[in-house]
């Protein structure tokens, strides 16, 4: 079985501390922190990852885009990140496949638990977002630790580019 987890992005930012501090300056420096933390959880997890945003913050037509393999939805003019969702777990839940959604909008959850979709809220997204980050930095640590130091010495935007390439962002 397959697992994909549907964010509601402007709501996660609004909920995850670091993230409301950061859309405070600029909302754009928090989407793109969102994105980033999504795609360690997707590389880790395996789950596909999905974040829609509402349109109002977002002039324009309905888009679609990846970035760090993450799918991202910016909803149509007047369409809403929970009607988009609603659509999505209707969509792809399937035999084969589970849909999770993250949001803490209360009336979202159980329209989608309506649809046989699991919800999962802010708060236990972030924690097992910060457990996950702490598995990575230890696996880091234990596999740097453990092979030689390169033979060939690279300079930070090498190494940046390599970073780019391992997470599959062109």
Do not use: C
């Amino acid at each position: 079985m397959k697992n994909v987890l549907l964010v509601d992005g402007y709501n996660i930012i609004g909920a995850w501390p670091e993230l409301t501090e950061l859309k405070s300056h600029d909302l754009g420096s928090a989407r793109d922190r969102l994105i980033e933390m999504m795609a360690d959880y997707q590389g880790y997890t395996g789950h596909r990852v999905i974040i829609v945003f509402d349109a109002q913050f977002v002039e324009g037509m309905s888009k679609k885009m990846y970035n760090y393999r993450v799918e991202i939805i910016f909803t149509r003019k007047n369409e809403t990140a929970d009607e988009r969702i609603e659509k999505l777990a209707i969509e792809l839940n399937d035999i084969r496949t589970q849909v999770i959604v993250a949001t803490s909008d209360y009336t979202e959850q159980w329209a989608i638990f309506g649809q046989g979709a699991l919800r999962k809220s802010a708060r236990e997204l972030l924690i097992e977002v910060k457990q996950i980050e702490k598995k990575i930095s230890k696996n880091i640590e234990k596999n740097q630790s453990a092979r030689p130091v390169s033979k060939i010495p690279i300079s930070d935007e090498i190494a940046e580019i390599f970073e780019k390439w391992r997470r599959g962002d062109k």
